[in-house]
């Protein structure tokens, strides 16, 4: 019961961690005239948030210290638990394109699913089955992906 009870808070943790990143993602946008950022590392060291983030619960991995800001840019965007799709999009953030579109998406072997970050800023996780065919399709580069269900909506929009 307590391994649960423990996994569904590093599950939340990682809904949270997205959610975050989503508005530092929606601030880069702002900046640099709706592009969005490159890789995760870029994305840490233009906006104020710290490596922590970009991190599961699950794992107790930190940054080395005493890191450049270029190196840890560098050892985020190689360590994040979380895959990043929006340097693939040929937009930046806006209220126009689809909600349905996939930003990031947390690494499968996390949970007992995934948590998926969309374009309109909100994150939703999906259960074991309907995550490996999301992942299967993401890997695919189809992005918005079909989705059986909406998944359960984490936190706000």
């Given at each position: 019961?307590l391994?649960?009870?423990?996994?569904?808070?590093?599950r939340?943790?990682?809904a949270d961690n997205?959610?975050?990143?989503?508005?530092?993602?929606?601030?880069y946008?702002n900046e640099n005239?709706g592009?969005?950022?490159?890789?995760?590392?870029?994305?840490a060291m233009?906006?104020?948030?710290?490596s922590?983030i970009?991190?599961c619960?699950?794992?107790s991995l930190?940054a080395?210290?005493h890191?450049?800001?270029?190196?840890?840019?560098?050892?985020?965007?190689?360590?994040?638990?979380?895959?990043y799709?929006a340097?693939d999009?040929p937009i930046?953030?806006?209220p126009?394109?689809s909600?349905?579109v996939?930003?990031a998406?947390e690494?499968?072997?996390n949970?007992d699913?995934?948590?998926?970050?969309f374009?309109d800023?909100h994150?939703?996780?999906f259960d074991?089955a309907e995550?490996?065919?999301v992942?299967?399709?993401?890997s695919?580069h189809?992005?918005?992906?079909?989705f059986e269900?909406?998944?359960?909506?984490?936190?706000f929009?």
């Open positions: 019961m391994a649960r009870v423990r996994q569904l808070a590093n939340a943790r990682c997205l959610r975050s990143l989503g508005q530092a993602i929606l601030l946008c005239h592009a969005y950022p490159p890789t995760w590392g870029t994305l233009q906006v104020d948030i710290t922590e970009f991190v619960g699950n794992r930190t080395p210290p890191l450049t800001p270029a190196q840890l840019g560098d050892w985020i965007t190689a360590n994040s638990d979380y895959l799709l340097a999009l930046g953030w806006s126009q394109v909600p349905q996939v930003l998406y690494r499968p072997e949970h699913g995934i948590n998926v970050l374009q800023g994150v939703a996780f074991r995550a490996d065919k992942v299967a399709q993401l695919r189809v992005n918005p992906p079909q269900s909406e998944g359960k909506h984490v936190g929009k």
